[in-house]
């Protein structure tokens, strides 16, 4: 025993040294998606540590799980979800083997971002994902909308609060100044609204119908027949019709999918295609919640003809 001691203690004391009992330890947050981690981020600040599980580069529909994610669920204090069946995919599966009771569905630690957002497409009539829609409770993109950012930062500023009391000064202080932020680049993109107000999009997923509203874009078709349906030849052909007849300037496409169908069909309307990133991280240059905005705006101004 004692010759284990010897052996293992230097080993132990630096980590037990390094870790006073009563030190500030960071709260882990771990999201679907890279925004919901960008936001939480900005509204934790330095009290917390967020990770996503999906890449920005991600079709956030089908993420590969990972052993990897099923460490830093267990480990999570905070779990913050797009909701609407986004993960429902890959993360109730990780879930059951994260074996973390608090981060479950009605846990203290479990964050549906949803969840007082503005959410569209909502089906009038029950929509199952047998039915080949991958949006069956509504359009699950909704954090394409400065407005519901804002709604996410403000229920992760009180649900951080919750969890660690001693930091709400700092998660309050934090909140203000990222809302500030957003006001101001508000005033920023409120040029691009007036210049591009009622232009008509086609967007190759409904990945964009909250973007849509808040920058007055039209959204008139799609690639994807139904959200998580590839474009058949037949809806190709419809598209382009359409396309040609209401003289749509810019197909929009998000960066996981392939050029080729788009780029067919730029080039038999004489349409733009702009690719986007729809998540923070997707593009370098998206390196948070305000700047995901940013370079889309500047990205569709270069396609989007002026007025
Ligand atoms: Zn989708």
Same mark, same amino acid.
Request: aromatic share 8%.
């Given at each position: 025993?004692?010759?284990?001691?010897?052996?293992?203690?230097?080993?132990?004391?630096?980590?037990?040294?390094?870790? +006073?009992?009563?030190?500030?330890?960071?709260?882990?947050?771990?999201?679907?998606?890279?925004?919901?981690?960008?936001?939480?981020?900005?509204?934790?600040?330095?009290?917390?540590?967020?990770?996503?599980?999906?890449?920005?580069?991600?079709?956030?529909?089908?993420?590969?799980?990972?052993?990897?994610?099923?460490?830093?669920?267990?480990?999570?204090? $905070?779990?913050?979800?797009?909701?609407?069946?986004?993960?429902?995919?890959?993360?109730?599966?990780?879930?059951?083997?994260?074996?973390?009771?608090?981060?479950?569905?009605?846990?203290?630690?479990?964050?549906?971002?949803?969840?007082?957002?503005?959410? $569209?497409?909502?089906?009038?009539?029950?929509?199952?994902?047998?039915?080949?829609?991958?949006? +069956?409770?509504?359009?699950?993109?909704?954090?394409?909308? +400065?407005? =519901?950012?804002?709604?996410?930062?403000?229920?992760?500023?009180?649900?951080?609060?919750?969890?660690?009391?001693?930091?709400?000064?700092?998660?309050?202080? =934090?909140?203000?100044?990222?809302?500030?932020?957003?006001?101001? !680049?508000?005033?920023?993109?409120?040029?691009?609204?007036?210049?591009?107000?009622?232009? &008509?999009?086609?967007?190759?997923?409904?990945?964009?119908? =909250?973007? !849509?509203?808040?920058?007055?874009?039209?959204?008139?078709?799609? $690639?994807? +027949?139904?959200?998580?349906?590839?474009?058949?030849?037949?809806?190709?052909?419809?598209?382009?019709?359409?396309?040609?007849? &209401? &003289?749509?300037?810019?197909?929009?496409?998000?960066?996981?999918?392939?050029?080729?169908?788009?780029?067919?069909?730029?080039?038999?309307?004489?349409?733009?295609?702009?690719?986007?990133?729809?998540?923070?991280?997707?593009?370098?240059?998206?390196?948070?919640?305000?700047?995901?905005?940013?370079?889309?705006?500047?990205?569709?101004?270069?396609?989007?003809?002026?007025?």
């Amino acid at each position: 025993m004692r010759n284990a001691l010897r052996l293992v203690l230097p080993l132990l004391l630096p980590l037990l040294l390094s870790q +006073p009992a009563h030190a500030a330890r960071k709260l882990k947050v771990v999201t679907s998606l890279a925004d919901l981690a960008s936001l939480a981020e900005s509204v934790g600040g330095d009290r917390v540590e967020a990770t996503s599980l999906a890449k920005g580069y991600q079709d956030p529909h089908f993420v590969e799980p990972k052993p990897s994610f099923i460490l830093k669920l267990h480990e999570a204090d $905070l779990l913050v979800v797009a909701g609407l069946e986004l993960e429902i995919g890959y993360l109730p599966p990780l879930l059951d083997q994260a074996r973390n009771e608090a981060i479950r569905p009605n846990g203290r630690g479990y964050l549906d971002a949803s969840v007082g957002c503005d959410v $569209l497409d909502k089906p009038a009539v029950q929509v199952t994902r047998a039915m080949g829609d991958v949006h +069956p409770y509504g359009n699950p993109h909704y954090w394409l909308d +400065p407005g =519901n950012g804002r709604v996410i930062a403000r229920a992760l500023a009180a649900r951080l609060s919750l969890l660690d009391p001693e930091g709400k000064a700092t998660y309050d202080k =934090n909140l203000a100044a990222f809302e500030a932020r957003l006001t101001e !680049a508000e005033a920023r993109w409120a040029k691009a609204i007036a210049a591009w107000a009622g232009t &008509k999009i086609v967007t190759y997923h409904s990945s964009w119908p =909250n973007f !849509a509203k808040y920058f007055k874009l039209d959204v008139v078709g799609f $690639l994807e +027949p139904k959200p998580g349906i590839p474009p058949s030849p037949q809806h190709k052909l419809e598209l382009i019709n359409l396309m040609l007849g &209401k &003289k749509v300037p810019v197909i929009v496409m998000e960066v996981y999918f392939d050029r080729k169908d788009p780029d067919f069909i730029a080039a038999k309307t004489g349409a733009k295609v702009v690719v986007l990133s729809p998540s923070v991280g997707g593009d370098p240059a998206a390196k948070d919640y305000v700047a995901l905005f940013d370079l889309a705006v500047a990205t569709l101004s270069k396609a989007l003809p002026g007025r």
